[in-house]
């Protein structure tokens, strides 16, 4: 049965009975500005929420069936005959698996269907309660893409919901076949007569709730880009950030394009250009200056290239930057933790610079030398009076292998407080960066060092810490395997100094968080025939690492005591915040 029931007004509405309507109706919305009208409903009560918002928005057909199993097929043969995507909305329980002989269907002859299984909460799963099954990946490897989406709350960007829509939409795209949404809805699930303001909720979302197009749009390669016109940078302060890219030649473009149109350049330590001399080297520290950041958000747009940003402190500033914001990246996966991406360009830098070739001129100089000024003032005045007492620290140690560190050369840099102190201080080597920040744990570091110094002829050095090499010391074994040289640095802080940053309860942190071991590492390496140096000082450590590059295998530990780091952030952010430039 085919309906058509009175429609609400065009206008997003901002007054609801319960979030949940709300949710539904951000995610009807979106699915409709895609260019998707057709929706298939099943009667149930946990979908009510979507049901109520197909069946009041004016641009929505909507298709009833009782029958999920005839509903699935009803829809794919819609979308068999109009080429587009179509939506199916069911309840929990069996009324989800009754739709898996059209999801196989489907995903056989690649037709685009949408499942939007309303589902129980969590609590209700595995308790007895009724109408309650395990849904989640429910039509296994069929669906291209799947997404267990939350039980609604105002904790949770609405941002989450839009962009979690097009990333489902961007894949059926590129892989024409069924995608699913399981959302778990709490009660109240139908709407009273008082309603709750959700403006405020909604503000992250003012352009979109006037523009009338999707949260986020996908541009690929095809040239010219379609969006070309619609984000022009000609006259605008363009900020270029720079995230994981491990190609250099890419990077190196990307590093020539922000310099030829004096855009300033934040580029990550796994970008392979992070000791490009135009680089912001210091912006993590400098991102808790006022004047700094206040001269930064004079940008108009964030253009970003690759993924896996290290600094937290430039991931906010993202989130809460007020221009355009734009990711060219040639994979299809999502790179958005923040939520607020609205235009992806899906191909390589070097593709998206050239579309973008007679569409710029470089802008006048004042604001990216002041940006550099400031960057300058930290170098002299702030970092290098640090540096000159020869202390023996985590920090001074990267600093100095940002000098030794052999050109062209792997270095393998671990996960936790190496990979965050070489994204702060590191500012001029050209090593090539290794990095597992995909998941970034500290399992397997040395294994995986290992896999590319067997892989390589030339120098490898593995920065970790000293939890990550206990957690992997039986990769100890794996060494007999290299030809070296292969150095190992490792930062002895005894226990997960990490935590100092973090605001652990005092009372807490050393027995379930630091877990120092008051070991050092001299007897491992007796057992598996590894040059050991524990320096002293500053002048000892250079000369070991530089003697270490011509041994085979090497292992330097530096022992630190396990606060002396947070001490000494502490102490150069204090200074870098109240700077006046």
Known sequence: MTT??????????????NINLLWASLFIEE???????????????????????????KEVNTHVHFDERGLGFFALGLSQFSRKPVVIITTSGTAVANLYPAVIEAKQ????????????????????????????????????????IPSATT???????????????QQQKQTPAPIHFNIAFSEPLYPHTATLNYQSYLHPLQEWLTDKQPFS?????????????????????????????????????????????????????QSTIAGNANNLHYYDLLLVNDKFTETLQQADIIVQFGDHLISKRLNQFIDEFAGDYLLVDSSNARIDPTHRLRKRFVCSAAQWIKSQ??????????????????????????????????????????????????????????????????????????????????ASGIDGLLATASGIAKSCAAVTT?????????????????????????????????????????PVPAQQKQDYYQLPHGLTFADSCRQFSIDYYQPADLTQFTADYQRSLHNRLSLIEICVKNDQTYNHLEDIKGQVKHATF
């Open 462 to 502: 593995l920065l970790i810490g000293d939890t990550s090499f206990l957690y992997d010391l039986n990769s100890l074994a794996l060494l007999k395997q290299l030809n070296g040289p292969f150095v190992i640095i490792v930062f002895n802080n005894d226990g997960g100094a990490i935590f100092n940053l973090l």
């Open 155 to 169: 904790q949770i960007k609405p941002n989450y919901l839009l962009t979690t829509i097009n990333q489902g939409l």
């Open 4 to 17: 058509t029931l009175y429609k609400e007004p065009a206008s997003f509405a901002d007054q609801y009975s």
């Open 31 to 57: 699915l409709v500005r895609n260019g998707i009208s057709d929706f298939c409903i099943a009667p149930g009560s946990r979908s009510t929420p979507l049901t109520l918002a197909a069946a009041g928005h």
């Open 357 to 438: 070739q007679d569409k710029t001129v470089a802008i006048d100089k004042h604001w990216l030398q002041a940006l550099q000024k400031q960057n300058f003032y930290i170098t002299e005045q702030i970092i290098s009076p640090f540096l000159n007492n020869n202390l023996l620290s985590e920090i001074s140690v990267i600093c100095a292998l940002d000098k030794l560190l052999p050109a062209n050369n792997p270095v393998f840099i671990g996960n936790s407080m190496p990979i965050r102190l070489s994204d702060m201080f590191f500012r001029e080597n050209t090593a090539l960066p290794f990095s597992n920040r995909g």
């Open 109 to 148: 002859s690649a037709i685009p269907l949408i499942v939007l299984s309303a589902d129980r909460p969590p609590e209700l799963l595995d308790c007895g309660a009724n109408q309650a099954i395990d849904q989640c990946r429910i039509f296994s490897h069929y669906p291209v893409f799947f997404a267990q």
């Open 217 to 269: 749009r996908y541009f690929h390669n095809e040239a010219p880009f379609p969006a070309a016109t619609e984000t022009t940078l000609r006259d605008k302060k363009v900020v270029i950030i720079v995230g994981r890219v491990s190609d250099l030649k890419q990077a190196i473009a990307i590093a020539e394009f922000a310099a030829l149109n004096n855009y300033p350049l934040l580029a990550d330590q």
